[in-house]
């Protein structure tokens, strides 16, 4: 029985999935997760598989990836809402059928349900009490699964801008998480067991100017470019 290192969020779930086609007994030793389209599986990972496999791994990609959170039929809709909300083996078990393509009622009911709950957590994520200064975010209260999808609908809903994000932790890391997400949406933990009560401090925190027309990331920090 190997075991391997896989994120804890649903880029991680799938790719599990993904290796237990030819290894059935892989275990999974989990770490942190992030922003999971940084880390959804390539082309390179799958084009071993069948055709029909890697047909429905790029179509579940497609739906995961788009600008609109939870797009998609259904089933993708409830993989990435179970993920993002914390119940892994929901999200996995709903991987699982999809590759299959195979569901139960009680399947289907259950993804439904927590798709439900995961727009209500969106509309709350997104409304602008939460923008604490320009470009900054106050979303404590949601767990860190949900981030990613939470300033990917606040760009849907306006227009794409930089944000810096203090949220809850997950699983393996309780407490909060500094998040830097680029004008594409796309995020990056910057660090987790932040303090909270830095959070007035925040922009003079990671030494920058929110919004700045020219900004990079480098070795994990922002900085202004030259």
């Known amino acids: 029985m190997s075991t391997k290192k896989f994120r804890l969020d649903v ?26 389209l940084d880390d959804l599986p390539s082309i390179g990972e799958i084009n071993h ?18 600008p609109k959170p939870s797009s998609g039929v259904w089933a ?9 909300q914390g119940a892994f083996g929901l999200s996995y078990a709903l991987i699982d059928s999809w590759l299959k393509q195979h569901w139960s009622p009680i399947q289907e009911a259950r993804a439904r349900g927590v798709t439900a709950i995961f727009w209500q957590r969106l509309r709350n994520g997104v409304l602008n009490w ?78 920058i100017h929110l919004n700045h027309p020219r900004v990079e990331v480098i070795d994990g920090h922002l900085r202004c470019a030259g």
């Open 130 to 207: 939460r923008e604490i200064s320009a470009g900054v975010l106050d979303c404590s209260d949601m767990p860190a699964g949900l981030i990613p999808s939470i300033i990917r609908q606040r760009n849907w809903l306006r227009h794409g801008k930089e944000w810096v994000v203090v949220s809850g932790g997950n699983h393996i890391h309780a407490g909060y998480w500094l998040w830097y997400f680029d004008s594409n949406g796309i995020g990056t933990v910057l660090e987790r067991n932040y303090p909270r009560n830095w959070l007035g401090d925040l922009p003079i925190e990671i030494g």
């Open 76 to 84: 993708s809709r409830g993989i990435l809402a179970a993920a993002s």
């Open 11 to 36: 880029s991680g779930l799938l790719k599990l999935r993904i290796l237990r086609i030819e290894d059935p007994l892989l275990e999974a030793e989990w770490i942190s997760g992030g922003d999971y």
């Open 49 to 66: 598989l069948s055709i029909p496999i890697q047909t429905r791994i790029l179509r579940l990609c497609k739906d995961l990836s788009s």
